[in-house]
C-alpha cells in the first residue's frame, strides 16, 4: 500500500463534544483533508509545538519525551497513520537507536505532537485517506460575515458537524497589540497553553 505524506492545517474546537478538537491535516500533494477527534491535552500539546514563539515554564509529557529520547539518543524518524477502525486513527512510531528501527504503537494525537517535536514527517496510507479524507468546503455566507478568517471544513462522520477555524474564546478585536502581549504572558504563566496559542493567532494576524 503507498503512504500519502501529511502536514499538519490547523486545530478546530469540535462543536459537538466537550473538551474534544479536531486537528486537521492536510494531504501534502493534493486536496483533502484528515480530520482527527484529540483531546484538550494533547490540543494544546500540539498547539506549543506549532506555536515556537510559546515556551512553557516546564516540560510537558511530550516535551519530556523528547528529552529522554534525546539522552538515550532515540530518533522518532516518521509517524505512520496504519489503521482506522469505528472512527479510532491508529498510528505506529517509526524510531531507531544505535542503527536499529523499532515500531512503536501510540495513540495518534501523541504520535503526532512527538512528530512535530523531532520534525519527522506523518504519513497515512492512501485507502484510509480515500476513506476518511474530506475536501474543503467554502460557505460563502460566513465568508462574508468573517473577512480575513479561514473557510468552514466540512468533516465527515468523525466530527459530524461544520467546525470553525478560530476557539470559542474571548473577543480580542478590541485589545492593543501591548495588551495582547501581556494577555499571551499570562496564559503561559498560568499554563493555559490553548488560551496562548489563541492569542498568538491574532497578534500573528496583525504583524
Do not use: W
Not at 503561559?188 to 493567532?201: G, S, W
Request: with cysteine; proline share 3%.
Amino acid at each position: 500500500m503507498s503512504l500519502v505524506r501529511l502536514n499538519i492545517k490547523g486545530i478546530s474546537y469540535s462543536q459537538t463534544q466537550n473538551g474534544a478538537y479536531a486537528l486537521i491535516l492536510n494531504e501534502v500533494d493534493g486536496d483533502r483533508k484528515l480530520p482527527i477527534v484529540i483531546g484538550a491535552f494533547e490540543a494544546q500539546s500540539i498547539a506549543i509545538a506549532l506555536e515556537k514563539e510559546i515556551s512553557p515554564p516546564r516540560p510537558l509529557t511530550h516535551d519530556l519525551f523528547k528529552n529522554f529520547a534525546d539522552r538515550f539518543e532515540i530518533v522518532v524518524k516518521q509517524v505512520i497513520i496504519h489503521k482506522l477502525v469505528d472512527g479510532v486513527f491508529y498510528s505506529s512510531l517509526i524510531c531507531e537507536r544505535d542503527k536499529i528501527e523499532e515500531i512503536i504503537d501510540a495513540r495518534t494525537s501523541d504520535a503526532i505532537a512527538l512528530a512535530l517535536r523531532f520534525q519527522a514527517p506523518i504519513f497515512t496510507y492512501k485507502n484510509i485517506l480515500d476513506k476518511a479524507g474530506i475536501y474543503l468546503k467554502v460557505n460563502p455566507k460566513k465568508d462574508e460575515d468573517r473577512e480575513g478568517t479561514e473557510d468552514s471544513i466540512l468533516m465527515d462522520e468523525v466530527v459530524a458537524k461544520e467546525l470553525e477555524a478560530e476557539s470559542p474564546r474571548e473577543n480580542l478585536k478590541g485589545k492593543t497589540l501591548d495588551e495582547l502581549q501581556k494577555l499571551l504572558e499570562d496564559a503561559v504563566a498560568k499554563e493555559d497553553y490553548e488560551k496562548a496559542a489563541y492569542i498568538r493567532d491574532e497578534i500573528s494576524k496583525r504583524e
